[in-house]
Each structure stands twice: as structure tokens, then as C-alpha cells.
């Protein structure tokens, strides 16, 4: 079946550092790819999605690139401020559904440090 | 937009009692999503609708949970009996599904944090 994998948290970073959260995935068909944010108290919120393979989804800084070669679409930011702190989902979609079912990856806690 | 709504925010409850929570979804979305996040476990899905019809409902824990979705603008999570391994936040999403390959932004609720005691 389909499946997200994240790397283990929690991460912790200096302000300013550069940021990469690892994702990779199991899939059959063609799977849109997303990652949310979590702010602590609040709900999931998304970040970036990429619907095809070699598209650069971006926001606020974020970028991931679909790479189906390698299964993977990796969170990066050049350089972190302490309100990136939060917790981050990746998660897919499979190509066939119509309903927008998702299956996330287990989380990943970012901690930035001023 | 008031983004999807959930009620209460908190519940503090005792073993055995039955508990409601509430979800408000976006006007128009046709796609409603429960999930359930624990330390433990993390983020779970338990059941989704599409346009009303509950479509997956293999995430719902055991018969103890149900879910409704009487109409487009509301829809309830009960656990009847609560226990204390049901302490979770539960999380309401909507979204407008239309391209039929699952692209579609999920737009979550802040979310009830459910305590039994």
C-alpha cells in the first residue's frame, strides 16, 4: 500500500541554518505530494505541494522538489528563523483517488534556536 | 472565510460518558476528513465523506466511535463510551475535490483536545 516515511525529529537548528527534512515514499499510480506545517497549538496547514513528477512546489522560503527517480520530495529552506519552529507532515495522495484522502508521514519536529 | 470550525476546543469528560465533537466544514467543499493525533501513534485517519456518504471508515478505532454527516454544513465524531485511551486531539478537515486526482488542499480545524479522565 502507500506510504510516507520522514526522517526522525526532533531537528534542531541555530537561526539562520540550513534546513533539509527528508521524505520518501511508496506509491502505485501517480501520487500528489504535499507538506504541512503544525504550528504548536493549532492545525495541520499546508505548506507546499507538487503534483507530478520534477515540479518544485515553494512557499514562505520552502522548497521540495517530486523526484520519482528517488521516491522522495525533501523539504529545504536556505536559512530558518525561530517561527519555522513546528512540526512538519509530509503526505500523498494517490493519483487515483477523487476524494483527497491523504496518508501522512509521521511528523517531523523542527526546533530553531536563536 | 471562517476556515472549518470545530467545537468545544477543549473536553474534559469522565470514563463511560459519551462525547460529541462537531465540525463546521468550508462552504462548498465536498470532502470532509476525521483524523486523531496522539504522541503514541501520531496523526490517524479515521473516517472520511465525500459529498455526504462516508466513503472509508477502516481508521474508526472500534464500534464505540461513529460518525454522521447529516448535510454538506455539519457533521459529529461520537465515542459512547468514552475511555481513557481516547484522550487525543481530534482534528476536522474539508476539501473541495473537483480534478479527481487528489490534488485538492486540505483545510484543517484547530482542532478538540479530548481528555477522559
Known amino acids: 500500500g502507500n506510504s510516507v516515511t520522514q526522517m526522525e525529529g526532533p531537528v534542531t537548528l541555530s537561526e539562520e541554518a540550513f534546513l533539509t527534512i527528508n521524505c520518501t515514499y511508496t506509491a502505485t499510480g501517480y501520487p500528489s505530494l504535499f507538506w504541512y506545517v503544525q504550528y504548536p497549538g493549532e492545525g495541520l496547514q499546508l505548506l507546499l505541494k507538487?503534483?507530478?513528477?520534477?515540479d518544485k512546489g515553494s512557499n514562505k522560503g520552502f522548497e521540495a522538489t517530486y523526484r520519482k527517480e528517488t521516491t522522495s520530495f525533501h523539504l529545504e529552506k536556505g536559512s530558518v528563523q525561530v517561527s519555522d519552529s513546528a512540526v512538519y507532515f509530509c503526505?500523498?495522495?494517490?493519483?487515483?483517488?477523487?476524494?483527497?484522502?491523504?496518508?501522512f508521514g509521521q511528523g517531523t519536529t523542527l526546533q530553531v534556536k536563536p | 472565510d471562517a476556515g472549518v470550525i470545530q467545537s468545544p476546543r477543549h473536553e474534559v469528560t469522565e470514563m463511560g460518558q459519551e462525547v460529541t465533537l462537531r465540525c463546521k466544514p468550508i462552504s462548498g467543499h465536498n470532502s470532509l476528513f476525521w483524523y486523531r493525533q496522539t504522541m503514541m501513534r501520531g496523526l490517524e485517519l479515521l473516517i472520511y465523506?465525500?459529498?455526504?456518504?462516508?466513503?472509508?471508515d477502516s481508521g474508526m478505532p472500534e464500534d464505540r466511535f461513529s460518525a454522521k454527516m447529516p448535510n454538506a454544513s455539519f457533521s459529529t465524531l461520537k465515542i459512547q463510551p468514552s475511555e481513557p485511551r481516547d484522550s487525543a486531539v481530534y482534528f476536522c478537515?474539508?476539501?473541495?475535490?473537483?480534478?479527481?486526482?487528489?490534488?485538492?488542499?486540505?483545510?484543517f480545524g484547530p482542532g478538540t483536545r479530548l481528555t477522559v479522565l
Open positions: 478537515a474539508s476539501s473541495f475535490s473537483r480534478t479527481g486526482r487528489g490534488t485538492d488542499t486540505q483545510y
Open positions: 503526505a500523498l495522495t494517490s493519483g487515483s483517488s477523487n476524494t483527497g484522502k491523504l496518508i
Open positions: 507538487a503534483t507530478k513528477a520534477d
Open positions: 465523506f465525500n459529498n455526504n456518504v462516508p466513503i472509508d
